[in-house]
């Protein structure tokens, strides 16, 4: 039996040269197999992509079984609170594309930042104008959001207890304009228990629907170190938990989306609670530890700079310095341990030990001086920095002032200066400006080594003392042999 012949494009070509009427049929049968290849070819990438941007749906079903869809790709966020940590966090969502709300109840903190102007200096002039966050103070903005994240102070009052009032009035606030399949992520410092058992009903009383159902929580601790530039919040590790296996899915993708140096899964929001609260609680303590040390030294006659030195020789030495510890994290994060313990009937000794210890030393430190001044009484004073940290302006429990009234409760004259405050601030906060350039002084009490100061450099300490003055160096950070014709003290 002949091979039937193969007709190729050669046979057709043929076939259409020797009838033109046939040719013209196949043509016209060749374009309509043309179009009919290119439209389904757009019916696959259509496809395709539908199927691609369905994957990143999780459906979350509600309490009618309606199920509400939460997009990984670009949900839109809500940052309640627009201080140290909400702003940069608004910023690194927004910078990555994802819709972005600012909320703050600061009008003034509105129009500021909407001008380009950030007074934490976390975010520059240019970097709050490169992303398109939306900063509104009035919180029907908040309708349009399907996570939002909590951001909110969480400080202690006057007796060192923990006061949660801000973070209570931001939840009802949320509660009263999140929408169903909404998941609330709180970052504020709280004790263990908290989100579920506080912040959790908040939402439920504000909102009229159940948590598990209708909305979710999670819980994802700041680590914000204010005026770091190297640890800023895209470069810390970030760790993450939800109210259960859907939500905690949700926010690693989220956060690790923008979270450079990585996330790490908790496995329940209480564990993630009680991991934040002791990684301040724990640094207190060490810096305690050291407190004490230093007094020990001092009893001794010896440097406490010195004899950390030798110690830091060996591997595993923790290298902590004595100093003030104030701020609204590490002097204030350890009384919410505290507090949780009371509430289950412990007695948290050593952490408390660590914060009363702390506490103590801003009277040590005036009292240091004292005696190390002939004449106390009427001896003009300036003290050098008066925010809680270096380089950073803010002064929130910042031990300075307590320094500054014990010295002026001995009849001291005390003038003071901080690069973050003009003379109007300072004189509202009930201080007297001064400056290096404004001495003699019969002592300079250096707490808070901003870069200014050392800049300046230890001539202006020179200069601005009187011959035989005290320069009293808290951090030990200036070089004693280039003060000459100064006594020379440091915790």
């Given at each position: 039996?002949?091979?039937?012949?193969?007709?190729?494009?050669?046979?057709?070509g043929?076939a259409?040269?020797?009838?033109?009427?046939k040719?013209?049929?196949?043509?016209?049968?060749?374009r309509?197999?043309?179009?009919?290849?290119?439209n389904?070819?757009?019916?696959?990438s259509?496809?395709?992509h539908?199927?691609?941007?369905?994957?990143q749906f999780?459906l979350l079903?509600?309490?009618?079984g309606?199920y509400?869809?939460?997009?990984?790709?670009?949900?839109?966020?809500?940052i309640?609170?627009?201080?140290?940590v909400?702003?940069?966090?608004a910023?690194?969502f927004a910078?990555?594309?994802?819709?972005?709300?600012?909320?703050?109840?600061?009008?003034?903190?509105?129009?500021?930042?909407?001008?380009?102007?950030d007074?934490t200096?976390?975010?520059?002039?240019?970097?709050?104008?490169?992303?398109?966050?939306?900063?509104?103070?009035?919180p029907?903005?908040?309708?349009?959001?399907?996570?939002?994240?909590?951001?909110?102070?969480t400080?202690?009052?006057?007796?060192?207890?923990?006061d949660?009032?801000?973070?209570?009035?931001?939840?009802e606030?949320?509660?009263?304009h999140?929408?169903?399949?909404a998941?609330v992520v709180?970052?504020?410092?709280?004790?263990?228990?908290t989100?579920?058992?506080?912040?959790?009903?908040i939402?439920?009383?504000?909102?009229?629907?159940t948590?598990?159902?209708d909305f979710?929580?999670?819980?994802?601790p700041?680590?914000?170190?204010?005026g770091?530039?190297?640890?800023?919040?895209?470069?810390?590790?970030k760790?993450?938990?939800?109210s259960?296996?859907?939500?905690?899915?949700i926010?690693?993708?989220?956060?690790?989306a923008?979270?450079e140096?990585?996330v790490?899964?908790a496995p329940s929001?209480?564990?993630?609670?009680?991991?934040k609260?002791?990684?301040?609680?724990?640094r207190?303590?060490?810096i305690?530890?050291?407190?004490?040390?230093?007094?020990?030294?001092?009893?001794?006659?010896?440097?406490?700079?010195?004899v950390?030195?030798?110690?830091?020789?060996?591997?595993?030495?923790?290298p902590f310095?004595?100093?003030?510890v104030?701020?609204?994290?590490?002097g204030v994060?350890?009384?919410?341990?505290?507090?949780k313990?009371?509430?289950?009937?412990?007695d948290?000794?050593?952490?408390?030990a660590?914060?009363?210890l702390?506490?103590?030393?801003?009277t040590?430190?005036?009292?240091?001086?004292?005696?190390?001044?002939?004449?106390?009484?009427?001896?003009?004073?300036?003290?050098?920095?008066?925010t809680f940290?270096?380089?950073?302006?803010?002064?929130?429990?910042?031990?300075?002032?307590?320094v500054?009234a014990?010295?002026?409760?001995a009849g001291?004259?005390?003038?003071?200066h901080?690069?973050?405050?003009d003379?109007e601030?300072?004189?509202?906060?009930g201080?007297?400006?001064g400056s290096?350039r404004?001495?003699?002084?019969?002592a300079?009490?250096?707490?808070v080594?901003?870069?200014?100061?050392?800049?300046?450099?230890?001539g202006?300490f020179?200069k601005?003392?009187?011959?035989?003055g005290?320069?009293?160096?808290?951090?030990s950070?200036?070089?004693p042999?280039?003060?000459a014709?100064?006594r020379?003290?440091a915790l």
């Amino acid at each position: 039996m002949p091979t039937p012949r193969r007709r190729g494009n050669a046979g057709i070509g043929c076939a259409i040269s020797a009838c033109g009427r046939k040719g013209s049929a196949s043509r016209k049968r060749r374009r309509k197999t043309r179009r009919l290849y290119r439209n389904l070819s757009e019916a696959l990438s259509l496809t395709d992509h539908i199927l691609k941007k369905v994957s990143q749906f999780t459906l979350l079903r509600s309490r009618r079984g309606v199920y509400t869809v939460h997009t990984l790709d670009r949900p839109t966020i809500a940052i309640i609170g627009l201080g140290y940590v909400g702003l940069p966090l608004a910023h690194a969502f927004a910078k990555h594309g994802y819709p972005t709300i600012g909320y703050d109840i600061s009008r003034k903190r509105i129009e500021t930042l909407k001008a380009g102007e950030d007074w934490t200096h976390e975010l520059t002039p240019e970097q709050l104008r490169e992303v398109p966050i939306r900063f509104d103070v009035d919180p029907a903005i908040l309708k349009d959001a399907d996570i939002f994240i909590v951001a909110l102070p969480t400080p202690i009052d006057e007796e060192n207890n923990p006061d949660i009032a801000i973070l209570k009035a931001g939840t009802e606030t949320v509660g009263k304009h999140m929408k169903k399949g909404a998941i609330v992520v709180f970052e504020s410092t709280v004790w263990p228990g908290t989100t579920e058992e506080v912040c959790g009903p908040i939402l439920e009383k504000a909102s009229g629907m159940t948590c598990g159902k209708d909305f979710t929580l999670g819980y994802s601790p700041e680590r914000i170190n204010p005026g770091d530039r190297e640890h800023t919040v895209t470069k810390i590790k970030k760790v993450v938990s939800g109210s259960d296996a859907k939500t905690t899915d949700i926010l690693m993708e989220l956060y690790g989306a923008v979270i450079e140096a990585g996330v790490h899964r908790a496995p329940s929001i209480k564990v993630a609670e009680m991991a934040k609260a002791i990684e301040n609680a724990q640094r207190d303590l060490n810096i305690a530890f050291i407190n004490e040390i230093a007094k020990f030294c001092h009893r001794l006659g010896i440097e406490t700079a010195d004899v950390l030195s030798a110690s830091r020789t060996k591997w595993n030495f923790l290298p902590f310095s004595p100093g003030l510890v104030g701020g609204h994290c590490i002097g204030v994060d350890p009384y919410y341990l505290v507090e949780k313990a009371r509430q289950l009937g412990m007695d948290t000794k050593v952490i408390a030990a660590g914060r009363a210890l702390n506490d103590s030393m801003a009277t040590f430190v005036a009292e240091e001086v004292l005696h190390a001044l002939p004449k106390p009484k009427a001896a003009r004073i300036l003290v050098l920095g008066l925010t809680f940290k270096e380089n950073v302006p803010d002064n929130r429990n910042s031990k300075s002032g307590e320094v500054i009234a014990a010295l002026r409760k001995a009849g001291c004259v005390v003038e003071a200066h901080d690069p973050s405050f003009d003379e109007e601030r300072m004189k509202a906060l009930g201080f007297i400006p001064g400056s290096l350039r404004s001495g003699p002084y019969d002592a300079i009490v250096f707490l808070v080594p901003h870069r200014e100061y050392l800049a300046a450099g230890e001539g202006a300490f020179v200069k601005a003392t009187k011959e035989g003055g005290l320069i009293y160096d808290l951090k030990s950070l200036l070089d004693p042999k280039k003060l000459a014709g100064r006594r020379y003290l440091a915790l």
